[in-house]
């Protein structure tokens, strides 16, 4: 019996070593508070973004997207979540702003019938990846 018990301890040790070699790790092992405040320190007090932009709701945002940061090799998810805030930090302006600040293009097609813009509202980049289109 205790070489049976010691059989199946063995295997749980070793499916549980498996079992953290293939996990990848969480979004916030690679972005860090201290980085995401290194960010955010490139904004003025006075941004709007100061007080809109948190940690927390980084790393609540980022678990809301399974393989967001967490998929392929540990270089791969550093090199991903770079460019995400290489991308992030340029549009806002190291999260200082929480929308696009030229507002005078509205990024709004006249032509296309079947996603028609609604007459009296404006569209532009809002948050922190302020997505937008041009016309050409």
């Not at 550093?78 to 293009?105: M, P, Q, W």
Request: proline fraction near 1%; charge should be negative.
């Amino acid at each position: 019996m205790a070489t049976f018990l010691r059989g199946i301890l063995i295997l749980w040790l070793a499916l549980a070593v498996y079992v953290v070699s293939v996990c990848r790790g969480d979004v916030g092992d690679i972005v860090t508070q201290d980085f995401f405040n290194g960010i955010l320190s490139g904004a003025d007090g006075s941004c709007a973004g100061k007080n809109f932009y948190t940690y927390d709701d980084f790393i609540n945002a980022a678990s809301a997207f399974s393989g967001f940061g967490t998929t392929g090799t540990s270089d791969d998810n550093k090199r991903e979540l770079a460019a995400f805030f290489a991308n992030v930090a340029h549009e806002t302006g190291s999260l200082c702003y929480i929308e696009e600040i030229d507002k005078s293009n509205s990024f709004c097609d006249s032509t296309n019938t079947q996603y028609p813009c609604v007459t009296g509202k404006q569209y532009y980049g809002r948050g922190p990846l302020q997505l937008t289109w041009y016309l050409f």
